[in-house]
């Protein structure tokens, strides 16, 4: 904290972690260009209803992730590589633990988050079909997050643009074969973004 940074320096330290959350956004478009081409602009229109809980899901791996990687990196700074280790696993295991929790109480109260969301009747099988499949997938996606935050602070974050950017291109190839070869329409969407 008290040497001086330049800002190539910063930008250094920050530009992958900018590809990789403008990279993530693509999902999201990926998605909808593939849904409203192939399948129709309703079921586009029920991905967009859905985002809402689907950002929520991601909004809690995004604070336990940086949170995490605070109370971890305090750790190492101040030589305690056990403890770092320990508190590191800890919030994996939390995280999973929690996911599983999210997911069971997610589908049961599906119908409510519909409600919420004001999924109107021609939009709600599609938006149910979506979201089922975006919560089924919360595990990997919360993982995702937090793991990725994780080599950033350790330096690694081009390791974690890596895996975002091979994700995304992943998403891509899945969704022409769930939406397309195997017309899966929306639920094929949410199938290649988990």
Request: proline share 2%.
């Amino acid at each position: 904290m008290e040497s001086k940074f330049k800002v190539s320096q910063v930008f250094k330290l920050v530009l992958p972690s900018i590809f990789m959350m403008s990279f993530m956004s693509l999902y999201t478009i990926v998605d909808g260009a593939f849904v409203s081409r192939f399948v129709n602009t309703d079921a586009l229109s029920a991905v967009n209803i859905a985002y809402p809980y689907v950002n929520f899901i991601l909004g809690l791996s995004i604070m336990l992730g940086s949170g995490g990687c605070a109370l971890v990196m305090k750790k190492l700074g101040e030589g305690k590589e056990d403890e770092a280790k320990k508190d590191f696993s800890l919030i994996i295991i939390f995280t999973f633990f929690l996911s599983i929790v999210l997911i069971i109480l997610s589908l049961l109260s599906i119908e409510y988050i519909l409600k919420i969301l004001q999924a109107k009747d021609s939009l709600y099988d599609y938006t149910k079909d979506y979201l089922f499949y975006m919560i089924i997938f919360a595990i990997p996606t919360m993982l995702k997050f937090i793991v990725e935050q994780f080599l950033v602070a350790i330096h690694r974050a081009k390791t974690a643009l890596i895996l975002s950017v091979s994700g995304g291109i992943l998403n891509i190839i899945l969704d022409y074969v769930f939406i397309i070869t195997f017309d899966l329409g929306v639920k094929g969407a949410a199938i290649a973004t988990g």
